[in-house]
């Protein structure tokens, strides 16, 4: 198993920028492919960002394309995802999720993702 904690989140005003952070444990050579994925109030999960094994392929929902990156640290055992020109849209859970797969381009989008995190909340103000 793997176990994947968030953290990094909170309160911030419009145009402002967070970083979030999520550390894998556990079986860690079992997670490949990286993603980030949110859940705002009354809506469905949706897709944010994912990134493979070696950090070479990062694949971005349109929403937030030019404003968030996502990078890892493999030696750490984490995957940042760096959150700027926040928009109140942008509020929501965010959850990091790893995959037993590697991905590269648009599979990084379709995953499947195998492990998830509690999430943690980022909220912008408006």
């Known amino acids: 198993q793997v176990q994947l904690v968030e953290s990094g989140g909170g309160l911030v005003q419009a145009g402002g920028s967070l970083r979030l952070s999520c550390a894998a444990s556990g079986r860690t050579s079992s997670a490949y492919a990286m993603g980030w994925f949110r859940q705002a109030p009354g809506k469905e999960r949706q897709f944010v960002t994912a990134?493979?094994?070696?950090?070479?392929?990062?694949y971005y929902a349109d929403s937030v394309k030019g404003r968030f990156t996502i990078s890892r640290n493999n030696g750490k055992n984490t995957v940042y995802l760096q959150m700027n020109s926040l928009k109140p849209e942008d509020t929501a859970v965010y959850y990091c999720a790893a995959s037993r797969a590697d991905c590269s381009g648009y599979g990084c989008y379709r995953g499947p993702y195998d492990y998830w995190g509690q999430g943690t909340q980022v909220t912008v103000s408006s």
């Open positions: 990134i493979s094994w070696s950090g070479g392929s990062t």
